[in-house]
């Protein structure tokens, strides 16, 4: 039986459609979980119940401050351990974005990964092309961003996904592999040209202040992880390549353009 962890999750749940698509034997779990879906809490422990289960693929918990993302990794690596789980898939993420402020999570889950002694694959996801687009700021007909013109090897979510499904699917020829799923480079400009409006550059001091002034809802950690996003693209740190995502796939990946300019869409007001 195949785990997908974050079962209620945009990653999660379709990675978990992707596999049953495929015909594969997989469930999900989520501390909030619907029907035929386990319920894992990474944060209480007693509900880390893995018997059962074959592969783990292990969506990363992130949307806390690192301290608290690894802790509850550990405390599923500890339970995948305990009852005998036979592989681990982890969605980490993409090589280049080691500077990214919210990276050393990752990385640190990588470690534990490796250190469990289990047989791993860990699949290190660029950003995703959704979060490129939503991330444009409509003003006054047109897109703003503090992206300038740097490219994001961006790439769809759905892709992800569907890498994940394959690898967890068959998980022995990707042993103690690691994976870099990036996509083509895209900029704000092209996805203001597909979208038929203008783009207009504003300055990392000003994105962030909006940010801290005039965005409702984000938590502290999220800011200054958005910040480091946007300058990441700025500055041409995130704009590399790689093959690993066609070969898992076995196609052409998505285009990330459509799928940003989808997202900026959907969030016009």
Known sequence: MILVTGANGNLGSAALAALHAGGAAATGGSRTPG????????DDRGS????????????SAGYAEDDRVV???????DAAVRDGVGHV???????????????LA????????????????????????????GLLMW???????????????AVSREDLAEAAAVVASDPAPHGGRVYDLVGTPVTAGQVADELGVTHRTVGLGEYRRRLLDETAGLLPFQP???ASIATGIRHGFLDGTA???????GRAARDPLATAAAAASAARP
Do not use: C, K, Q
């Open 35 to 42: 029907e035929g879906v386990r319920r894992l809490d990474f």
């Open 243 to 249: 093959p690993d995502l066609t070969d898992l796939l």
């Open 71 to 77: 802790a509850r990794h550990a405390a599923v690596l």
């Open 106 to 133: 990752h990385r640190a889950t990588e470690r534990l990964v490796r250190a469990s002694g289990l047989p791993w694959t860990i699949l290190r996801n660029g950003l995703y092309a959704e979060l490129f687009g």
């Open 48 to 59: 880390l119940d893995l018997a059962g289960v074959s592969t783990l693929v292990l969506v």
């Open 89 to 103: 898939v982890y969605t980490s993420l993409t090589t280049a974005g080691d500077h990214l402020g919210f990276a």
């Open 224 to 226: 200054p992880m958005l």
């Open 139 to 153: 003003a006054g007909g047109g897109v703003e961003s503090a992206f300038g013109d740097g490219a994001l090897a």
